[in-house]
């Protein structure tokens, strides 16, 4: 027993291997979206999502919620808004999306988050943006348009885009805005602050919830949408978020962010071997677009 948690104690001292699995983790999210399809609900699977997320972080983190409450109830209006677009809205968008376009292009479209920040970062707070950053940015809004028009930019002219293709687009936008929001979080601990936010996603999402249920969309999982919603449950909002705050707590977040890069990339190929989707020539493209322009605007596009 002592060797299993000396293991275990150097695996989460090592913030390489956690980012790693970060990574992994939200990548398969791409192919928990497209198996729940027809299996479970698109919001039942959101709500359903951080209840068990919320239950887990209740048995393990007590102490450290008791510890930070007194410096979030008096934000609790800022904390529930952030839960909200950032848990609730970007994944109802997410899972909606995914009934509407392919895992490959799912995964293709998130990867344009960082750039979207860098962006945000400058209209909210003047941070100056290179030459060579823009020109990251302009190269992921190709690779987005070449996967939303399937390879035709003429489509562009036409207006005639897949409607899953900007719903994605839109849960990438609304997640960078969350993102970029945490700069101005109240002051607490980060895992206090997480599991609040966890409960702040569970209570926002239900009115979606029970939306769903009004217009006679929701119904109950099967076998294959548990394993779905448990997966989700676990790795992506779980386990994948607090290797990250650890990551970052060890190596700071400038040298964790270049790692989500390997995020897209993984939920391709994902979707490829175990959906068994293709990989056409204009998703190819659409991949060395997005993360050349994200590799251009984080690495080199960085002033001295």
Request: hydrophobic share 60%.
């Amino acid at each position: 027993m002592s060797i299993l948690k000396t293991v275990l104690r150097r695996a989460y001292d090592n913030p390489w291997l956690l980012i790693a699995l970060s990574c992994v983790f939200w990548a398969g999210n791409t192919v928990a979206a497209r198996v729940a399809i027809g299996e479970i609900s698109p919001m039942l699977m959101v709500t359903a999502r951080w209840a068990i997320a919320a239950i887990v972080v209740l048995i393990l983190g007590r102490r450290q919620l008791l510890e930070a409450w007194p410096d979030l109830a008096p934000h609790w209006i800022h904390v529930g808004l952030m839960g909200f677009f950032g848990f609730t809205v970007f994944q109802a968008l997410y899972y909606v999306s995914a009934h509407y376009t392919t895992g490959v292009n799912l995964a293709i479209i998130q990867g344009v988050s960082p750039v979207v920040m860098l962006v945000g970062a400058w209209i909210m707070w003047g941070q100056r943006i290179t030459a060579i950053q823009m020109i990251g940015f302009l190269l992921t809004m190709v690779g987005v348009a070449l996967v939303a028009t399937r390879g035709d930019l003429s489509a562009l002219l036409r207006l005639d885009f897949r409607a899953g293709d900007l719903g994605v687009l839109a849960s990438a936008i609304v997640y960078s805005g969350y993102a970029l929001s945490l700069r101005n979080r109240p002051k607490a601990s980060a895992m206090g602050f997480f599991i609040v936010m966890v409960f702040a996603g569970f209570f926002t999402s239900l009115p979606l919830l029970i939306w769903e249920a009004y217009v006679g969309q929701a119904f109950m999982p099967t076998p294959k949408g548990w394993a779905a919603l448990l997966y989700a449950a676990i790795f992506p909002s779980l386990l994948a978020q607090l290797f990250f705050i650890r990551s970052v707590e060890i190596i700071g977040p400038s040298r964790v962010a270049l790692f989500y890069n390997v995020t897209p990339v993984m939920g391709a190929i994902f979707a490829v071997v175990l959906l068994g989707e293709l990989f056409e020539l204009h998703q190819a493209l659409a991949l060395a677009f997005v993360i050349g322009g994200v590799i251009l605007a984080e690495k080199l596009g960085k002033r001295p």
